[in-house]
């Protein structure tokens, strides 16, 4: 069984480009963004760690970490992160974990458990499956999975605003359209009744007896 939104998301301690962590002491109380590689050294995922290092300061913003994890030995990323600096213009200072046992692609069901326990030999191919993005939340469940195919780079901007929603609905009883972005309107939550609705956001429109839209809330 595959894992869901709203599953834990599986503890492990790996060995990273920044050490040794154990995944929850290093999520700490804030969120976190898991995007897995299939193998170093490739075009896609070179672009793609780059992106994600020039963005690093979005993320901290909303007080997200960001961990990468690809399929090969900690040693190898070192190299790889020249390539991405050359490539990218941005040095990879967050954390990127070495799989090289593949035990974290298969805690996280990138990988099926018959497929061995060593990196070495295995093409990016035969990887293919470690392709996706988690996003955990503080309470350590997984808020949001998406997983890509090798020959499409991520669209690390709808990571942000995926986030952004889920922020904003995690402290609010609203929820966000289609192609929203902040500081849009939102939905109110079938949960909350017309007169509470006036009380907690004032003014609404009635689109539908079922579809309430509302100004974001400001805190």
Avoid at 44 to 65: D, P, Y
Avoid at 84 to 110: F, W
């Amino acid at each position: 069984m595959g894992l869901r939104i709203n599953d834990t998301a599986p503890d492990f301690t790996a060995e990273t480009t920044h050490g040794t962590i154990n995944f929850y002491e290093w999520i700490g109380d804030g969120w976190a963004v898991l995007f897995s590689h299939p193998k170093n050294f490739t075009p896609v995922c070179t672009t793609e760690l780059g992106t994600m290092a020039g963005m690093e300061s979005e993320f901290k913003k909303r007080n997200v970490k960001i961990i990468g994890i690809s399929v090969d030995p900690v040693e190898s990323h070192e190299k790889w992160g020249q390539d991405i600096q050359t490539a990218t213009g941005h040095s990879v200072k967050y954390p990127l974990i070495g799989d090289k046992d593949l035990s974290v692609a298969k805690l996280y069901d990138m990988l099926p458990a018959e497929v061995g326990d060593s990196s070495d030999g295995r093409t990016p191919a035969d990887n293919a499956t470690v392709r996706s993005v988690f996003v955990i939340g503080p309470d350590k469940k997984i808020k949001l999975v998406l997983t890509y195919p090798m020959t499409t780079g991520r669209n690390f901007d709808e990571i942000l605003r995926a986030i952004d929603s889920m922020q904003l609905t995690a402290r609010h009883q609203v929820a966000t359209p289609a192609n929203w972005k902040s500081g849009e309107d939102v939905i109110i939550t079938p949960a909350v009744s017309n007169e509470d609705a006036t009380k907690r956001f004032g003014s609404y429109d009635t689109v539908l007896p079922y579809l309430r839209k509302t100004k974001q809330p400001s805190a």
